[in-house]
């Protein structure tokens, strides 16, 4: 069975940075699709990164691309997202996700992924 714990949220000012850590414990997950998900308050989850069981493979949400991270370390099964340049629109609840590479649906779908952390809140302050 396999656990995701997120960590690293906190308040931050707009333009300030953040790193969130996922660790994956239970099984390698060197063969699996991890991913980066948010929820603001009111909204509906939304993707924001995602790093294939390829290395070098990434992908980015328009809304945070050139200002999201998202690396992996395969050896310690753990996904990072180093967050530049927040906005109070990036306020939300921080998800990590995992997907087995077996597993069917685009990279973005919330459907796809099978094992999620406890989430990891964000708030960025005007």
Request: glycine share 12%; charged share 15%.
């Amino acid at each position: 069975q396999v656990q995701l714990v997120e960590s690293g949220g906190g308040l931050v000012e707009t333009g300030g940075s953040l790193r969130l850590s996922c660790a994956g414990s239970g099984r390698t997950l060197s063969n699996h699709l991890m991913a980066w998900f948010r929820r603001a308050p009111g909204r509906e989850r939304e993707f924001a990164a995602a790093s294939s069981w390829i290395a070098g493979f990434t992908y980015y949400a328009d809304t945070v691309k050139g200002r999201f991270t998202v690396s992996r370390d395969y050896a310690n099964n753990t996904l990072y997202l180093q967050m530049n340049n927040l906005k109070p629109e990036d306020t939300a609840v921080y998800y990590c996700a995992a997907s087995p590479r077996s597993a069917g649906g685009s990279y973005h779908s919330p459907q796809r992924y099978s094992t999620w952390g406890q989430g990891t809140q964000v708030t960025v302050s005007s």
